[in-house]
């Protein structure tokens, strides 16, 4: 056997909350392009059935698109028992869907801190323990929480954000201690700053935009193609003795 081999994912079966787009997007088309079939989510029914289309024709693997908002237990585990029935098997978990709302501590709304936090990090615990049975179960599974490089350090007016991503760390690595006798792992991903909406603010503003490129030892943002390799490796047999660790794909900003 190739060591190659140890990359695919033939047979297996994620899924990719907030997959429609961004980081997501290029995560699911990642799963399904090394052989998972793949379930993606947006809030939107019609997002996530597009993205799944168009995933599903460019790899031929078997795609569903559901709605989902992670912030609803019920829903989580509608979209978990759906995609076990219509893939017929769920392996992988990618924790993706995520909200970033930038206030400095001098003007943090509460609504805003809830939101984010109810997202990032109690949406990634919902969907955790809505397949952690399941994991268990079959004895194998992988579970991929995208942190952030704001899980290790700070940036002015991301308070929301940054707990957020920190905390989902500290959940990676109790979670991953639950599940380590059952053959599950459980890592996280932990992407610098991206070409995608969610920065749309600092690709708009060419100061904010030059201030960010200072802070990148490789001198560019990350393209979403830039995660894929991380992302199949982590749901894949390649990382099989990897638990409860953190992968920056950062282009070096945390090293300095
Ligand atoms: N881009 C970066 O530089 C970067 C860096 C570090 C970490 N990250 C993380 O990477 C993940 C993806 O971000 P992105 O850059 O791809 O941003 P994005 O393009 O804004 O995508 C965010 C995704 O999350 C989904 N989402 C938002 N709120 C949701 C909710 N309540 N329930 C379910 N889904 C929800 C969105 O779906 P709908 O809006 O269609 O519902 C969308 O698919 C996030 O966790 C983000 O924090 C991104």
Redesign the pocket.
């Known amino acids: 056997m190739s060591v190659l081999d140890l990359f695919r994912l033939d047979g297996r079966v994620a899924l990719v909350?907030?997959?429609?787009?961004?980081?997501?997007h290029a995560i699911a088309e990642a799963l399904a392009d090394a052989g998972a079939s793949v379930a993606l989510?947006?809030?939107?029914a019609d997002?996530a059935e597009a993205a799944a289309g168009e995933i599903a024709e460019k790899t031929g693997q078997s795609c569903l698109g559901l709605a989902?908002?992670?912030?609803d237990r019920a829903n989580v585990e509608v979209v978990v028992a759906r995609t076990i029935e219509k893939l017929d098997g769920l392996h992988i978990l990618v924790n993706?869907?995520?909200?970033?709302i930038r206030e400095s501590i001098l003007e943090l709304k509460d609504e805003s801190w809830d939101e984010v936090i109810d997202?990032?990090l109690a949406?990634a615990m919902r969907c955790s323990r809505a397949v952690a049975g399941h994991l268990k179960a079959q004895g194998w599974g992988r579970i991929i929480n995208?942190g952030?490089?704001l899980s290790f350090v700070g940036i002015p007016n991301r308070a929301s954000y940054a707990s957020s991503k920190a905390g989902l760390l500290g959940m990676t690595r109790a979670v991953a201690l639950d599940l380590a006798p059952h053959g599950v792992t459980v890592n996280a991903l932990c992407?610098?700053?991206?070409k995608?909406?969610?920065?749309r603010p600092i690709l708009n503003d060419p100061e904010y935009l030059k201030e960010f490129l200072r802070q990148v030892p490789l001198g560019h943002l990350?393209e979403p193609a830039e995660l894929k390799g991380a992302a199949v490796f982590l749901a894949s047999d390649a990382s099989s003795y990897i638990t409860g660790a953190a992968l920056m794909v950062d282009g070096g900003w945390t090293v300095q």
Do not use: C, K, M, Q
């Open positions: 909350t907030g997959g429609n787009r961004g980081l997501g989510t947006s809030r939107a997002r989902l908002d992670v912030r993706n869907a995520g909200v970033n997202t990032n949406g995208v952030s490089i992407p610098g700053v991206f995608t909406e969610i920065n990350g």
